[in-house]
């Protein structure tokens, strides 16, 4: 999982404001991550997912869609604590 989280904030660190792309963190996630370290899963790829979602969105979606998705979970949040703190 720390890997993961690695490779998505170097993916990130490369496309900062729009992301590499939706759906391809597994094909770029690879260049990131110490070649030594020798961890391959799923038909080859090096990792499928993140196991961050942060990192991942990060990635993907770049700054524009992480703070998206901090909105929409933001609002969600809101919307639980309106609910359970003013009746």
Not at 56 to 65: D, K, N, Q, S
């Amino acid at each position: 999982r720390y890997y993961g989280t690695v490779a998505g904030l170097g993916v990130f660190a490369e496309h900062p404001m729009l992301g590499a792309g939706a759906g391809t963190f597994m094909a770029e996630a690879a260049r990131h991550i110490p070649v030594e370290r020798g961890m391959v899963s799923y038909a080859g790829s090096f990792l499928n997912v993140a196991h961050n979602e942060y990192a991942e969105t990060a990635a993907e979606l770049g700054v524009m869609g992480l703070l998206c998705f901090l909105v929409m979970l933001g609002s969600a949040l809101w919307g639980v604590f309106k609910r359970v703190f003013w009746p």
